[in-house]
């Protein structure tokens, strides 16, 4: 093999999404010599390139500087919950917070194998411009999104749902729309919410988006229900009236997400989506009539593929249960969101089953409805998590078997399939990313490896760092936490909370 250039660092992280920087800063900010490996020419991955810009989960620790900082220079639309960014700015502040902790970066260069010796990843061999790199580093962490590295060394991984025969979360490719006048879809929004509340208790449809897509289908306009709804996050600085936004409304199933045809099969699919949905959203949406595609992701908008399986494996019971652990590393009141892997009609799976009701989760006799699991058919309670709560995720979860010098955060972290749902947002996968640069640092000051570094450790060296790991969730949380009111299955699979004044939470 020809090599065309060799590093040797003490920390190497490959992928540079949202859990790849926040890792790389954690472990250069440890005094580790640390390089960053990015296959595109630009940070954030989904968050960015994916024009997912809405920033989900607890917003802590290195998280929250990102989003302070972004807030700061007004690329930021700071809302309670979900705020989003401005996509191009978010990449130059992640790659401004690199450089400050001195971190090495190398962009256009993807990591293609390993060497493995004892149990230890000796090199990660990298593809670039310049040719072939080889990259010798005390610990590797992998953060790209789909446990590329980790699958290289032979570590086990889990894909997909064993209930759905292996099938992935169905895929979203998103894209960007100028010209919107948010401020009459806002309105729009708020009169039809009202009417559905005053008409049947509770809206009758998921969003009045879901309405008018019910209808273009009936019409014709739409060819079929490619998702019940669409996810809109307005781009900050962009005026009210004449908005940009990010769309996430395409959706390809029955996908299987490390197969590169069937990747490219649902890239087209959505590309054909794309085209179809401005017509829609011109003739049907108000406010979005002079509306136009300004963009489109240039990443595939992947919810899951590879799932580690590691020291600890994050299982569905313990998120709808919100369990706490010794090693808990990060913190997330989220609910399961599991994008329904075959149907469109249904869009979401926000449950579990479990054989008895267990507390706190919310929990009824099943009565879901058979295509909601074609492939089974499960009894016993249909559990829900209880918005008022929150979860952790420990340590060992980002620790995985086999391979001692390796450790992996983001979306591929050890969990089942509804759990990984729940744990995939962007602020807890900038969680793990801290968690497993701050144990990089901890092993190498100490001698230790991942596997037998005690991940309480981490939890305290996160606290000191400022991560508010032993407090409870504040502000939007909070306030969910003290809102009075029974809960309410809402359409597709949503909870809410039924207050004097009507639901007020929709989770
Ligand atoms: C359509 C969609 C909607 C979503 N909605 C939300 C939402 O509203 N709010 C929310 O908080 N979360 C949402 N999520 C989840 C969230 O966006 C992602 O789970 C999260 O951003 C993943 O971050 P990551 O850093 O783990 O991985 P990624 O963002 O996938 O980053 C991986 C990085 O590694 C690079 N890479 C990959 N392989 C290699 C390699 N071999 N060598 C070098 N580099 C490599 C990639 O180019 C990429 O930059 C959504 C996800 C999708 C797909």
Not at 137 to 165: L, M
Not at 292 to 311: K, P, T, W, Y
Not at 354 to 374: G, N, T
């Amino acid at each position: 093999m020809v090599v065309a250039k060799k590093f040797d660092v003490d920390v190497l992280v490959v992928g540079g999404g949202v859990a790849g920087v926040s890792a790389a800063v954690a472990a250069a900010r440890s005094g580790c010599r640390t390089l960053l490996v990015e296959n595109t020419i630009s940070l954030g991955g989904l968050a960015t390139n994916g024009y997912v810009t809405g920033i989900a989960g607890m917003i802590e620790g290195i998280c929250k500087e990102w989003l302070d900082r972004l807030n700061k220079e007004g690329d930021l639309f700071n809302r309670p919950h979900t705020p989003s960014i401005d996509p191009e700015k978010g990449k130059f502040m992640l790659e401004r917070l690199l450089l400050e902790a001195g971190v090495r970066i190398l962009y256009g260069t993807c990591a293609v194998d390993v060497t493995v010796e004892d149990n230890l990843i000796k090199e990660v061999i990298c593809h670039s411009k310049s040719g072939k790199i080889v990259i010798g580093a005390k610990i590797v962490i992998d953060t790209s999104g789909d446990a590329d590295v980790a699958a290289y060394a032979g570590v086990p991984c889990e894909i997909g749902s064993a209930e759905f025969a292996g099938l992935n979360m169905s895929t979203t490719l998103a894209f960007r729309m100028a010209n919107v006048d948010m401020l009459k879809f806002r309105e729009a929004n708020r009169a039809w919410n009202e009417k559905e509340e005053a008409e049947h208790g509770v809206p009758s449809k998921m969003t009045y988006v879901t309405d008018l897509i019910d209808k273009a289908v009936e019409n014709g306009d739409l060819p079929y229900k490619i998702f019940p709804t669409a996810l809109i996050y307005p781009v900050p600085k962009t005026p009210e009236d004449n908005a940009d936004i990010t769309v996430m409304t395409t959706h390809s199933y029955y996908t299987r997400n490390t197969d590169v045809e069937d990747l490219t099969r649902q890239i087209i699919e959505q590309h054909q989506q794309i085209i179809w949905m401005e017509k829609f959203f011109r003739k049907y949406v108000p406010g979005f009539e002079n509306s136009r595609v300004s963009g489109l992701a240039n990443l595939h908008g992947v919810r899951d593929s590879r799932r580690i399986v590691g020291e600890y494996v994050l299982k569905d019971e313990d998120v709808v249960c919100a369990r706490k652990f010794e090693d808990g590393i990060a913190k997330f009141p989220e609910f399961l969101d599991t994008h329904h892997p075959t149907n469109p009609r249904l869009g979401f799976i926000r449950h579990v089953h479990l054989e008895q009701p267990q507390e706190p989760a919310v929990c009824r006799p099943a009565q879901c409805s058979d295509d909601m699991h074609p492939f089974v058919k499960p009894g016993g309670f249909e559990a829900r998590c209880n918005p008022r709560e929150y979860c952790e995720i420990p340590y060992r979860s980002l620790v995985p078997l086999k391979i001692d010098n390796l450790m992996v955060a983001g979306r591929c972290v050890s969990a089942e399939f509804n759990a990984n749902a729940a744990v995939r947002v962007i602020a807890t996968c900038m969680s793990t990313g801290q968690a497993v640069g701050t144990a990089a640092g901890l092993c190498l000051q100490n001698g230790l490896t991942p596997r037998e570094l005690d991940g309480k450790q981490v939890r305290e060296a996160m606290i000191k760092q400022g991560v508010p790991l032993d407090n409870e969730p504040d502000k939007h949380w909070q306030n969910i936490r003290e809102t009075k009111g029974e809960f309410v299955l809402l359409s597709g699979d949503f909870i809410g909370i039924r207050t004097p004044q009507g639901i007020k939470i929709h989770l």
